[in-house]
């Protein structure tokens, strides 16, 4: 075979490849003219080469976000780099339909997107070509296991009963306002509290009955937040929350409300109506305390003062009647 001949197969050979590889291939001029439009471009976009060859890309794809991608092209021009769009950046360039089966549930195309500079035989970029890579699969996987992730993250942190902050979620809550007093000086108050006799509530009607009613007692308490605020399920009965930017009264006004807010609500399991109340105990930050833990323990003191003194009713813990 002679040389020439040898070089024409190549060329043959090349240009079957770029028809029919699983890759999109666009080469545009100076002006976004297509020059090229390759089968894979064909086949997702349904219009042919013959067809949109010399024609304006932004004029025939008028979905194309023009300035940002004229931007982006011209820096591939002046600069003579490669320049990349990654999916993740941007889902798609071309809105393509997806097809693949595994990922079926995409409805489009994600693409990365490889813009490369071609020069001509005097070695000027006079054209820049687009190379279309289909990452629908590994775009659609990363995304399942990123919300897979950010669920198991929110189950990890919530309590599965009442659906406010768990325990340990709730302790970093307080503990990050803790160290934010720390710094900045904010004034923060602890609420815990506590239903009274809520065993009898168990025992007379049932265990099911007392989730409801811990159930009934979150509501109300979401209900009563402020978005700054930070709710938990401290224990089995017993709640916690943290109100940021809020002095010890205005922690008592916050818990005087809720307090009345349960006195008055009926919770209704079974054709039996169920009343109850709850004693709450508040302490805010000072200067004084030394970490979070001693914050909570006086919040507690509080709540035991609250129970002692006939329960259904709010205590601010007070150092000096403490000593
Ligand atoms: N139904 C239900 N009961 C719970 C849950 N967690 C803890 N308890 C019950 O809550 C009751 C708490 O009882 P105590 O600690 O004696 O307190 P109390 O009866 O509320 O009395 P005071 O707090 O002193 O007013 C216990 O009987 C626990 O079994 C829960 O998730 N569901």
Redesign the pocket.
């Known amino acids: 075979m002679s040389y020439d001949q040898s070089a024409m197969n190549e060329l043959h050979w090349l240009i079957d490849m770029v028809q029919t590889i699983e890759v999109g291939l666009v080469v545009l001029d100076r002006n976004f003219d297509i020059q090229l439009w390759n089968g894979f471009m064909e086949n997702h976009s349904g219009v042919s080469p013959n067809s949109i060859k010399g024609s304006n890309l932004f004029e025939q794809f008028d979905y194309l976000p023009a300035s940002w991608l004229k931007q982006k092209m011209e820096s591939v021009f002046l600069l003579k780099n490669r320049a990349f769009i990654s999916w993740e950046q941007r889902p798609y360039v071309f809105k393509f339909k997806n097809y693949r089966p595994i990922t079926g549930r995409a409805d489009f195309m994600y693409q990365n997107v490889t813009l490369l500079p071609l020069s001509s035989l005097t070695g000027q970029i006079t054209h820049i070509s687009l190379i279309v890579y289909d990452v629908t699969d590994v775009a659609i996987n990363k995304l399942q296991l990123k919300a897979a992730n950010e669920r198991l993250e929110h189950l990890s942190q919530t309590d599965g ?1 009442t659906q406010l902050h768990n325990r340990r979620h709730w302790q970093m809550c307080m503990q990050k306002e803790f160290d934010r007093h720390s710094r900045y000086g904010d004034k923060t108050s602890l609420v815990m509290f ?10 007379n009607y049932g ?5 409801k ?2 159930q009934h007692i979150s509501h109300l308490l979401k209900q009563s937040l402020r978005e700054t605020d930070c709710a938990g399920r401290y ?3 017993e709640f916690s929350v943290v109100l940021a930017h809020t002095c010890a009264k205005g922690a008592l006004n916050f818990a005087d409300r809720l307090r009345k807010k349960i006195e008055k609500s009926e919770l209704v399991f079974e054709k039996e109506t169920i009343k109850v109340t709850v ?1 709450m105990g508040i302490s805010d930050i000072n200067d004084q305390l030394e970490n979070s833990g001693q914050w909570l323990a006086y919040a507690d003191r509080a709540l035991y003062q609250a ?1 002692e003194s006939g ?1 259904n009713n709010c205590v601010i813990y007070d150092q000096d009647s403490a000593e």
């Open positions: 009963l506590d239903i009274d006799h809520f065993k009898k509530i168990n025992d265990h099911l009955a007392g989730d009613v811990i224990g089995g009965e004693s129970k329960r």
